[in-house]
Nanobody, 127 residues
Framework: HVQLVESGGGSVQAGGSLRLSCVAS????????LAWFRQAPGKEREGIAG???????SYADSVKGRFTVSRDHAKATLDLEMNTLKPEDTAMYYC??????????????????????WGQGTQVTVS
């Protein structure tokens, strides 16, 4: 099992920046992929940025060019630098971990919570 704790959410004006952090603990010696998902009230869950165990990075089109994801294997952390924030970025942001075997042959950002480990989330509000 993997436990994930997110931090760094808050309220910011449009055009501003925030940095989210996620710390993983537990079976962190396993090979797994980490990703950020978000969900706004009344909207579908969206995978927005992820890093595979081999370092490959993927972004959703909605955040490409504005958000930067980074992973530190030694510290078992996943950060998300969010710039040029828009009101439509308002959502609960979740950090997720998926074992390599779950991600193989599919899209990390398209996975569901059922097949991985998720944190409790951190709220981001852009006005």
């Amino acid at each position: 099992h993997v436990q994930l704790v997110e931090s760094g959410g808050g309220s910011v004006q449009a055009g501003g920046s925030l940095r989210l952090s996620c710390v993983a603990s537990g079976d962190t010696h396993m090979r797994y992929c980490l990703a950020w998902f978000r969900q706004a009230p009344g909207k579908e869950r969206e995978g927005i940025a992820g890093v595979d165990s081999d370092g490959s990075i993927s972004y959703a089109d909605s955040v490409k060019g504005r958000f930067t994801v980074s992973r530190d294997h030694a510290k078992a952390t996943l950060d998300l630098e969010m710039n040029t924030l828009k009101p439509e970025d308002t959502a609960m942001y979740y950090c997720a971990a998926y074992p390599d075997v779950v991600v193989a042959g599919t899209s990390l950002l398209g996975l569901t919570p059922r097949s991985g480990y998720w944190g409790q989330g951190t709220q981001v509000t852009v006005s």
